[in-house]
């Protein structure tokens, strides 16, 4: 082995005498490809195997449908579309591909460890992502900043302090996804590739509450305690499918929610503007999470298990959140923006009353939906609490 | 431009916004597509006589079926948009004075509540469609600025 290319150098990550032994630990097998691609060079000879008919699917042309080509449209192949209860492929080998014969060559990379179907699939999550495509927006051109008029300081300072809420939890809901989607495997791409969507929808979503927040004037207020617990426990979830559900059925839900109410919390076009379209993206996400649950419900090889294992962190999850959602750093804002000013505080208390009800509500509906059925046991009070 | 003349509550009416939309393709792939099947209800009141209930189908930047129902369940919608005729009638004006809903008269709007508009479906996931394409219908809806509606009353 030519050692000396391997001498580490410099003193950063990735240098240390480890991460040398873990890499030359490879060296071996694809040193070996390596030369014996050289040798076939050096002879002169073709490798045309890949121009042979080799039971591979050929000659089915997949035509446009009126959303474009999707993968929906060519999953239509049942070699493409049908995907593996376990993916036996822990590297980047394309579902669908001739990968068989070269699987004892092929790395097989430790951290592709969601190998299971029921741990990320969702039977929405392929139209989800063509969805998710369409429905992009700028947050830079697409919202019209020009027409944001001069609000009454104690609206604007309302809603520069609830921009700073969602600037701050739509950060996390971008970093959740990041955490997994490089565990999981080629076999199951379109999780991924969705949940990249996903990603892009937060980074966009705390981009626009940042630029609301100081666009009229106003500029970001006060970060919560009881946000950012909130928000750990979500980083914190044990698996994937549990920190599924708290962020995007149970977060996402409420926050749904509030940007539906957006309508009434809003003082101007442009904020309205912002929160239909942060809805319309949030309820992808909603969607994608329910559907998960629900498939996890339905799959896991102990069905009683999951079912039990879901509850208990239901039953922690939602004090967890509720902890953010009494926060005053929430709450009041929210009383102030439906109250129409400071004054009108508690005449806004009606209006909160009202969205904390549907939120609950329509949270319970949402696990209805997935089989999980929280009605008897939730944690967060289904009205109010004051 | 030379405006259409169609009473409301009608199949013109609703075939009038249908051929609007699909003649603004551009505009509708700018905001995504849709995928839904919708029953649009109008309750009876100030001088509608009787309730009138129309679906509405989406594919992807298109409206592609527009038509009368008995009733909302022959559509197999994926939600239902209700209202008494005097909130359409109002949500129509409305949108014809300011050339899109002002801020009190947008569908989320009157719907939130449950009160003036109801969006309901029995699963939660297809009501959620009514804000995942939320922006399209109001679109949609607000196309009828372009419209010289006649109202029965």
């Keep these: 082995m030519e050692n000396d290319l391997y001498t580490p150098m410099g003193k950063g990550p990735g240098t240390s005498a480890e991460d040398w032994v873990k890499f030359y630990s490879s060296a071996t097998v694809w040193q070996e490809i390596r030369r014996e691609n050289e040798e076939r060079l050096k002879r002169g000879s073709w490798d045309l195997r890949w121009l042979k008919p080799n039971g591979e699917v050929w000659g089915t042309k997949v035509n446009p449908g009126p959303h474009g080509l999707t993968f929906v449209d060519i999953n239509r192949q049942t070699h493409l579309g049908e995907i593996a209860e376990h993916a036996e492929f822990k590297n980047m080998a394309p579902r669908g591909s001739i990968r068989e014969p070269y699987k004892g060559l092929m790395p097989e990379f430790t951290h592709y460890d969601l190998t299971e179907k029921f741990e990320v699939w969702s039977e929405s999550v392929t139209g989800l992502y063509e969805e ?8 830079a051109t697409d919202i019209p900043w020009d ?43 379109e999780v991924k590739a969705f949940l990249a969507s996903q990603m892009t929808d937060e980074a966009r979503h705390a981009e626009v509450f940042r630029k609301r927040a100081v666009a009229n004037g106003g500029g970001l207020l006060h970060a919560g305690a009881g946000f950012e617990w909130a928000l750990k426990a979500i980083l914190d979830a044990p698996s994937h499918t549990l920190g599924t559900f708290l962020l995007n059925i149970l977060a996402e839900g409420l926050v749904l929610s509030m940007f539906r109410a957006g309508e009434f919390l809003a003082k101007t076009r442009v904020d309205k503007e912002i929160f239909r379209r942060c809805m319309q993206d949030e309820a992808r996400h909603v969607s994608y999470g329910t559907m998960h649950l629900k498939y996890f419900l339905e799959n896991a090889p102990d069905k009683e298990k999951a079912l039990e294992i879901m509850h208990g962190y239901a039953d922690i999850g939602e004090q967890v959140i509720l902890t953010a959602l009494t926060e005053p750093l929430l709450l009041e804002p929210l009383a102030v923006l439906m109250g129409d000013g400071v004054k009108n505080i508690d005449q806004g208390l009606d209006g909160v009353r009202f969205l904390w009800a549907t939120m609950v509500e329509e949270y319970l509906q949402r696990c209805d939906r997935a089989g999980l059925s929280r009605r008897d046991q939730v944690k967060i009070p289904l009205e109010f609490p004051a | 431009m030379i405006e259409l003349k169609v009473q409301f509550p009608s199949l013109d009416w609703l075939r ?37 209930v129309y679906g509405l189908v989406f594919e992807a930047f298109r409206c ?19 209202a008494f005729y005097s909130v359409w009638k109002e949500m129509i004006q409305n949108i014809r004075e300011n050339g899109r809903a002002d801020l009190k008269h947008t569908l989320n709007y009157l719907s939130l509540p449950g009160i003036p508009m109801r969006v309901w479906s029995d699963d939660p996931l297809n009501r959620d469609k009514f804000f995942r394409y939320n922006q399209s219908l109001q679109e949609f809806f607000d196309a009828s600025c372009q419209l010289e509606t006649e109202f029965v009353i």
């Excluded at chain 2, 551009?26 to 649009?40: C, E, M, P, S």
């Design chain 1, 132 to 139: 998710a495509k369409a429905r992009q927006w700028n947050a």
């Design chain 1, 147 to 189: 027409e944001l008029e001069p609000l009454p300081e104690d609206l604007e300072r309302a809603a520069c302090q609830f921009a700073t809420f969602l600037t701050e939890v739509e950060f996390v809901a971008g970093d959740f996804p990041s955490i997994w989607m490089h565990r999981i495997p080629n076999e199951f791409f």
């Design chain 2, 16 to 52: 009038a916004l249908q051929g609007l939309m699909n003649e603004n393709s551009a505009r509708y792939q700018k905001l995504g597509y849709v995928d839904a099947r919708i029953a649009v209800v109008i309750e009876a009141d100030e001088g509608l006589e009787e309730r009138k």
């Design chain 2, 64 to 82: 592609i079926e527009v038509r009368d129902l008995g009733d909302p369940a022959e559509l197999n919608p994926e939600f239902v948009m209700e």
